[in-house]
């Protein structure tokens, strides 16, 4: 079933390109028509487009891996921020640091020193700075907040990069590609789509598709922490069934090993027995053979006399 319909795309603008003059010649395949000089999309694919990315969307999400969203037009921030902080994804709303993929230990360095500063204003020498220090301390806070807050808990490389316009996000595009971390892209008329590895032609400027697009990924992500999460419980739940099967096995093995003991005396008891009517044998045959030995004698010395 499709992530969305026809309608809801068109009813968001997602249609509408850039001016004729201005479009790149590798977004022909994704042109529907042109119409008083402006590039009508293909809602089609875009719907096609949107399908693959969410699947591959949920993929990651499932797997553990995290996406790092980029949107640092002034229509799209606010969006991007209220619907990836959702999920609690990374995501980038400000100037775009570079180096930020290529150079990444520096940049955990710097949340680092965010995390230091914090420490510091609840530590008790924090009142024995001067009041000009603790502006500048709180001024370079406040200037690292404001760029790295959103990517705090990012400690490794992201999976992938979900890009509204892959044309302003050039540099986050090309890091991305030099590291080989797949790129998702709202990709409209006047940008390049080669390079995108999920190409989504649709409007990059108007904030009504921003957000219907956007929301869809966030929702495939959704879902498949949601996937990640039930797989989670049942693991735990046959691991819990596995811990309480054992000792029914246990006691069913010592049930076993109390009936095997007792079928082995009584074995041995059998076998007791047994020796015991053997020997008294034995010896009433002894008995009885000193006892014809004592008559034989007894004759003997009766035949004597008489003689």
Known sequence: MPRTNFQDLLDAGVHFGHLKRKWNPNMQPYIFMEKNGIHIIDLQKTIVKIDEAAAAMKQISK????????????????????????VKMPYVTERWPGGMLTNFPTIRKAVKKMVSIDKMTKDASWEKLSKREKLQITRQRAKLEKILGSIADLTRLPAALFVVDVMKEKIAVREAQRLGIPVFGIVDTNSNPNGIDFVIPANDDASQ?????????????????????????????DTDAEMDEEPRRTRRTRKNLVKQERIE???????????????????????????????????????EEEK
């Not at 076998?271 to 034995?282: R, Y």
């Open 265 to 303: 005396v009584e074995e041995d008891e059998d076998l007791d027995e047994e020796v015991e009517e053997e020997v008294e044998e034995e010896e009433e045959l002894e008995l009885d053979e000193t006892d014809l030995e004592e008559e034989d004698l007894d004759e003997e010395a009766e035949e």
């Open 63 to 86: 797997s553990g891996r995290r996406v790092l969203f980029v949107a640092t037009k002034k229509q799209a921030k606010d969006i991007v921020a209220d619907l990836v902080s959702t």
């Open 209 to 237: 598709s921003i957000q219907l697009i956007t929301s869809v990924m966030v929702e495939a992500i959704r879902e498949g922490l949601m996937e990640r999460k039930m797989d989670r419980d049942k693991d735990e739940d």
